[in-house]
């Protein structure tokens, strides 16, 4: 019995990770309909930066931070310099981005080596409870609470404050929300930080259980990306839904049909497009 | 006036490509020997797999880079852990820089991938690294396997783990990947022909990184017999302490280091491994390597594994050059090596008649020196030939 | 003067018989290439070619169709494996019965991939044919017995003509894959020019006013994309008489990923862009794994990143404008 359930908290903590990670390609998509293909890299870089903070020993928390406003400022340097002048033009950003993400994974690589980074949880988070005669790693709980509390952040903003239905608003129509007097170039950069912030976030505090190495870029992209789709775009509570369905599903995959491991997702993921294709709460086409 | 211009134009075009054609064309006459090294400059493994040049240099710089009166080049290629690429560069060392030998490469699949090429030309590959019977089947008795085979390697642990440690119960866990697989069958078939049981195998697919869903279902054993490749270790022993399991590990065949331990931390100590060289082998022929390596860099090398591999590989070669009085065109290379018996730092290396290398086997364990991960050793197993005795 | 044929300005024709002599000089170029290298870089070469119908198949879709795939190895792949496994594990020699039967099954695939995918847009089409490559990246890695799994499939070999006694080499393989890059070229040509092909175009500029005229664009769209798996299938069984190993990689998201590279820097706009672009990235990815094997992506990313700054369009609007500028240079002397 406890191992069922040992397997879907497995799951659950995997779709929370996966709703990290997609939550800042979701923001910049929704809202600016650029395709950041360079996530992989912010989520990386979040981490290698955070890791550099602790090094100086910075506390967890705070390296998390810096982590994520030094990947926010990177974004924010790409987004002014070169994302700006390609407005709308869907090859060159593809180019673009692409092409950072070489760049980037190759530079992380040099400065870091291409072995994996792995931390131990912060003391007072390590360590494991019993379930049942079962151990379940503590900080795994805290990720599910510290994902749900991202959720529940972001959620609040775009619904209930005036600059999240700003963004709202552009994630619908563009031109109409220029046309109301919105700086859409300030809020756009600010937007891009914002996800470019959390997907830094996002790679470090998944460290303790997700170790980073230069390599994954395309993995992380992959994951994001279908999380996103799955989970429909523009809306907080979709890539959430998305995220916690495909962590499930891949978790009680590879526990119980271990053979299929590396399909379920595309597979899952295939499905649910055909039957809803915008995505199971998406807002439709 | 204007077919002038085109003409011109057609002209410049092709000078450009005599130009680039020239600049191809095979250089050196064929006086120097000339050792090609195939190994992983980029990609996975580019960070300790090139060590095996650092090495392959020592034994140069020990004999003053010249044998029998001729001068010796050395062309390391990259494989970038690719088989593709892998084909592309031995293609340009075998026609282009007309290597007498190629040493490498590490990666199973770029050994399979280029057997057959090599096979063409008959230029000796001595491989420093575990492979299969495929690459031997492939070549034209070309290949020589210096480390043998994977199940060859991984087959001492088995028998180890029963004979001397008494375990009869085992789960096995491996590396959805045809390495992985042979490093288990290499445990398996011994452990369960003196009579173990294997009551279960979990397979992750390679380049797994969280082991959450495999280790809450993992049964009790009295020994955990795993193979992972290296970057995985560090997640992978921290979620095995995470989620309480206590079973004993034995690490089928262990191609981790020092600086891959220090990532594992001390959650690696205890672990058994079987491999073929420690720098703690007690001969007089280990220590003085031992030495001249710290020397070089100033103390304990990295990846000392690595670098004995290339130096022995050298090392070996170089026999069957002295051997074949300097001839070295492949078939007297070939033949000198099948007669080759040289002592090396990790003991007496000589080949079977099909090129599989015969030398020691060694069970270590993962213990702590002077802020160092070594190898401890716990038995050697003499001169065996490297294969296991089902293949 | 044979400038912008088809209506849309931005797409750009050479024709006319100035621009004829382009052509003649160019192709003479790549016929009188492989006299003067080594047979290794011949065969490099030739990857830059095998890659240019790859990429020209691609841009079928993404160019011409306006449809962004990002699982188009797919198709390369499967005509590969496919080749390889029935002359490795069935002993069919003759290339005549080989490479059809790759083809064959790339059409197949494509066409239940496109089934699939075309019922979506935008990024969740993008999406979709990224994860149909990567199930059948999967497949290749998991059905060891057949395709041997992450060791690869490895056969070496130029085809077998099965004409009496003539044995291929590097040199002739070339040549062979030269011919069949200008056939495809031909036909992709009167594709594209055919009434098939300007409606395409209109699918993709408006697929609303396309359909309010009439047209079922879904099944241009489809058709378009089983005509991109058979080009690329032909690229995938010349491939794999180049590759001597073929691993499940030469599937997945990297291979397509490269590809769709290959068609944006070389120009999607140009006709033969693609190829363009496929021939520079292959010998910059050759020679720079060969000379700066750790640095490669980097060397490979800052030219992205230049050729979207400086390099608009693509290199082949690049090298049309030279061409441009040079008969302008001598058209006007000679006049």
Redesign the interface.
Known sequence: METILLNVLNGITFGIMLFLIASGLAVIYGFMGVLNLAHGVFYILGAYFGLAALAYGVPFVWAALVGGIAVGLVGLVVELVFLKRLHKQLNEQVLLTLGFVYIFANLARWIWGPYAKVIDAPAIVSGSINIGSASFPVYRLVIIAAGLALAAGLWLFTEKTRTGSVIRAGMDDKEMTTGLGVNYGLVSSAVFFTGTFVGGVAGFIGLPIIPVYPGMVFDILLLALIVIVVGGVGRIEGTLLGAVVIGLIDSLGKAYFPDFAYFTMYLAMIIILLVKPSGLLGRGK | ??YI??TG??VV??II??G??LS???AAPKQPIKIGLLFD????G??DIPFHEDGARLKLDEVGWQIEGRKIELIP??N?G????G???V??LV??DKVDVIIGPVW??VA??I???LA?SRTPNIIPSGQTM?VIQ?GAGNEFLLRGTFSGNAYYSGVYAYEDRGYRTAVVMYD???TGEMFATGFTKPFEERGGTVVQT?????GT??F???L??IKTADVLAMWIQP??L??FY??YN???LKMPIIYTSDTAENE?WT?VGDYCIGTIAQHEYSPFIDTNTNKQFVELAKKKTGGMPPVMSFQEAGYTAVTVFLEAVKAAKGDTTHDKIIEALKKVSVDTPEGKISFTNEGMGVGNELIVKIAKKDGRYEKEILKTYDQVVRKAPWE | MGEAKNNTAKWVWLTGRHNRIAYIIVGLFFVALPLFMPPYLQGVMTKALIFGIFAMSLNLLVGYAGLFSLGHAAYFGVAAYTSSILTVRYGVESFWLAAPAGILMAVLVAGAFGFIALRLSGVYFLLVTLALGQLLYSVALKWQTVTGGTNGLINVGYPDLGLPGFTMNAMSFYYLVFAVLVISLFLLYRLIESPFGVALQGVRDSETRMRSLGYNTWLYKYIAFVVAGLFAGVAGVLFRHYSTVLVPTDIGVLASTLVLLMVIIGGDRVFWGPVAGAILITFIVHYSSIYTPERWPLILGGLFVLAVMFLRGGISIYLVKLWKRLEYHYGSIKS
């Open positions: 006036m204007r211009k085109y134009l057609f075009a092709v490509v005599l680039l054609a191809c064309a095979p400059y980029s990609g996975m580019s960070a290629a990259d970038g690719d088989p593709v690429k084909v592309e560069a293609k340009k026609e282009v199973g699949h399979l991938a057997a057959p090429v063409q495929g492939a959805d990947f045809v979990v397979k992750p697919p390679l990184f969280d959450a869903p495999y809450t279902g970057p995985e560090p997640p921290k979620q995470e989620f309480g891959l990532a």
